[in-house]
């Protein structure tokens, strides 16, 4: 999506346009002000994926609805918060062979967790199949400086690509948060301009595969529950 006052910039904002959006999850284990989903709010992934399995992706249906498309350039996992999915090494594999480059849209903190041993599955996916970790830094997602410092050189350790997605309202509300992350290179920023109506959305070229497993034209399935609410792309 472009920056409405790109040329204020004086350089070229990067954009993100996905072909295909995979929502694996509705569930979240953040609750952030001004999320468009009306996602469960979840602190345990094994007692949200074992009461609510509604909530969650199933890795056949993905493979049905993957193997009847054509391969595309740009897939996007996001949830919720993808990470909760059990089973989202699995997921990326199959979305890997179908798209060119995959991105992993995550709030990050489990990039901190002080136990990583539960995380070294999806570390070896996204290493081995080169995904690229899109992390949310904005003031909605309240992710500290520091802590995606601490973030990204980890990441930056590991040899495993990212980029910083920053979804503000307004020019002055990115400057703002750009100035926060200073120690992250331009190439790696991605401008999403926050979105007020589900029109300024993006719109993956393909279509959203929903967490029923249905390849739908529209960006999110829930996101008439709450037409209302600011909206922003996650
Ligand atoms: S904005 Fe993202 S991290 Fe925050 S509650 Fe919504 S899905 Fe979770």
């Known amino acids: ?48 994926f074992a009461k609510r399995p509604e909530l969650f992706l199933k890795t056949e249906a993905l493979n049905d609805v993957l193997s009847e498309m054509v391969p595309v350039e740009i897939a996007s996992i996001r949830g919720g918060e993808p990470t909760l999915h059990p089973e989202l090494p699995s997921i990326i594999n199959m979305v890997a062979i179908r798209a060119k480059e995959v991105f992993l849209e995550t709030h990050a903190r489990w990039l901190m967790e002080e136990n990583f041993i539960p995380y070294l599955g999806l570390l070896k996916a996204i290493k081995d199949n080169g995904t690229i970790v899109k992390i949310s830094f ?26 910083i997605a920053i979804t503000e309202p307004t020019l002055a509300d990115y400057m703002e948060t750009r100035s926060l992350c200073g120690f992250i290179k331009d190439e790696k920023i991605i401008y999403q301009s926050m979105a007020i109506s589900a029109d ?24 008439n529950v709450a037409p209302e609410l600011r909206v922003a792309y996650a």
Request: net charge negative; aromatic share 6%; charged share 25%.
């Open 138 to 163: 904005d003031k909605m997602h309240g992710l500290k400086a520091e802590e995606l410092q601490r973030i990204t050189h980890f990441l930056n350790w590991h040899d495993v690509d990212f980029r």
């Open 200 to 223: 300024e959305l993006v719109k993956p070229t393909v279509g959203t595969i929903n967490v029923r497993g249905e390849l739908k034209a529209t960006l999110n399935h829930k996101f």
């Open 1 to 48: 999506m472009a920056l409405s006052a790109e040329e204020d910039l004086g350089a070229t904002v990067n954009t993100f346009q996905p072909d295909l959006i995979v929502e694996v999850t509705g569930a979240c284990n953040r609750a952030c002000s001004g999320c468009y989903a009306p996602n469960v709010v979840a602190k345990d992934s094994t007692e949200v």
